[in-house]
């Protein structure tokens, strides 16, 4: 049986789509997401498209993301993207209910935490920092907009996003 959502939290994800729907945020969110590109750009890691990074309990791996991104995220889905997140069987799924044939299906608008994730070997000395950086941008966007911060698990994130937006 599905679990209820706490009133508070449906209220925290509402906030988060209404902010997200704020052009403003929107385009300093996406210029968050660009200036990240860049930075990995410059540093040109490689990604084999094994998608196994995708497969969090195979491969052993978590991904956390801030609500605001989820809620930004779930409010541009197209129609078939959003039919997968309804019906994927979260939060106990093992990969990301966006990876479609080993590729991800929203990659623009996948969250931080996908975007500077990468297993090359070579990354492992500044992907870190890095994230650290624009997360605590991501912090201060809270701020800006007076939002509540969190920090969640994705699928918990997403099962929970679906049953309030
Ligand atoms: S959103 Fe895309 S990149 Fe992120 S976990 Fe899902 S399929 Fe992978």
């Not at 929107?26 to 497969?55: H, M």
Request: hydrophobic share 40%.
């Amino acid at each position: 049986m599905p679990h209820p959502v706490d009133p508070s939290a449906a209220d925290a994800w509402l906030a988060w789509r209404d902010a997200a729907r704020d052009p403003h945020l929107d385009q300093q969110l996406r210029a968050l997401y660009d200036d990240l590109a860049a930075e990995i750009e410059r540093r040109a890691p490689t990604c084999w498209i094994s998608g196994r990074c995708c497969k969090f309990d195979t491969y052993g791996h978590r991904l956390y993301i801030t609500g605001l991104e989820v809620a930004w995220l779930i409010d541009r889905l197209d129609e078939p993207s959003r039919a997968r997140l309804d019906d994927a069987p979260l939060p106990g799924l093992d990969g990301c209910p966006f990876q479609v044939d080993g590729l991800c299906s929203v990659h623009a608008l996948r969250p931080l935490g996908c975007r500077i994730y990468f297993c090359d070997p070579a990354a492992q000395a500044w992907q870190n920092p890095v994230y650290e950086t624009f997360l605590d941008r991501l912090r201060k966007l809270h701020e800006q907009y007076e939002l509540d911060y969190s920090y969640l698990e994705w699928r918990l994130a997403l099962d929970e996003a679906r049953k309030c937006l």
